[in-house]
């Protein structure tokens, strides 16, 4: 290869090379930014465009605040019907457990006319109320334990004290109306009669209750 050639081969290598950082040292395309300019320096024509397009920018906003309201009442609207509803059914389940009851509680009525049935009647009312307390017992409702039982005022509510030798004092000797707690939660409580011991044993009685209520 002689030296012109060579030469002629360096200057096109030099010319690409030169090229080729021109197009690399090009400054990029300028991003759009977008028009700060106050007000009072946009034209009449920018100023129509720039209203036309915060009134297009408004109104779908407003559209979807309408939309959002919209759903907003629908699931307010169900929400209280689905809760009307269950109100109103909420008994269902106790009300069908308690249907056997009246049916037996029927059929003894039915039968009560006969005179020699009075056996018969009083075993229909044991099952019935037998019954019924199964059903309630479902639902979550137990009897309050009293008689014979120390006096616990969480459960119990004394209406009378009694003198008794063989019991001491602050137990309950009878039970006038029974307690019952639902899901463990007092409903009503038990109505009772307490001892107070033999004579002049009321002392003791009541020192033993404000114990009791101390240690609870």
Same mark, same amino acid.
């Not at 010319?15 to 009449?44: N, V, Y």
């Not at 024509?45 to 939309?67: G, H, M, P, Q």
């Not at 009075?118 to 019924?132: F, H, N, S, W």
């Given at each position: 290869?002689?030296?012109?050639?060579?030469?002629?081969?360096?200057?096109?290598?030099?010319?690409?090379?030169?090229?080729?950082?021109?197009?690399?040292?090009?400054?990029?395309?300028?991003?759009?930014?977008?028009?700060?300019?106050?007000?009072?320096?946009?034209? =009449?024509?920018? *100023?129509? %465009?720039?209203?036309? +397009?915060?009134?297009?920018?408004?109104? /779908?906003?407003? @559209?979807?605040? !309408?939309?959002?309201?919209?759903?907003?009442?629908?699931?307010?609207?169900?929400?209280?019907?689905?809760?009307?509803?269950?109100?109103?059914?909420?008994?269902?389940?106790?009300?069908?457990?308690?249907?056997?009851?009246?049916?037996?509680?029927?059929?003894?009525?039915?039968?009560?006319?006969?005179?020699?049935?009075?056996?018969?009647?009083?075993?229909?009312?044991?099952?019935?109320?037998?019954?019924? =307390?199964?059903? *309630?017992? %479902?639902?979550?409702? +137990?009897?309050?334990?009293?008689?014979? /039982?120390?006096? @616990?005022?969480? !459960?119990?509510?004394?209406?009378?004290?009694?003198?008794?030798?063989?019991?001491?004092?602050?137990?309950?000797?009878?039970?006038?109306?029974?307690?019952?707690?639902?899901?463990?939660?007092?409903?009503?409580?038990?109505?009772?009669?307490?001892?107070?011991?033999?004579?002049?044993?009321?002392?003791?009685?009541?020192?033993?209750?404000?114990?009791?209520?101390?240690?609870?």
């Amino acid at each position: 290869m002689t030296d012109k050639r060579a030469e002629e081969i360096v200057k096109i290598d030099v010319s690409q090379e030169e090229s080729a950082d021109k197009e690399d040292k090009k400054p990029p395309e300028e991003e759009k930014i977008p028009d700060t300019r106050p007000l009072d320096r946009l034209t =009449k024509t920018e *100023l129509l %465009k720039l209203a036309k +397009e915060l009134k297009e920018k408004s109104e /779908k906003d407003y @559209d979807r605040f !309408l939309r959002a309201q919209a759903e907003c009442d629908n699931i307010i609207k169900r929400n209280k019907k689905e809760k009307e509803e269950w109100i109103k059914y909420s008994n269902e389940i106790l009300i069908k457990e308690l249907l056997p009851v009246i049916d037996n509680l029927e059929r003894a009525i039915s039968h009560s006319t006969d005179a020699n049935s009075v056996d018969a009647l009083r075993e229909g009312i044991e099952l019935t109320l037998k019954g019924l =307390k199964d059903a *309630l017992a %479902k639902s979550g409702l +137990e009897e309050v334990k009293a008689a014979g /039982k120390h006096f @616990d005022p969480s !459960l119990h509510h004394a209406v009378s004290t009694r003198e008794d030798t063989e019991v001491e004092a602050g137990i309950v000797l009878d039970e006038l109306q029974k307690g019952y707690t639902l899901n463990k939660r007092l409903i009503r409580p038990a109505m009772v009669i307490l001892s107070k011991g033999g004579s002049g044993g009321e002392k003791d009685y009541k020192e033993d209750i404000i114990n009791n209520v101390c240690e609870d």
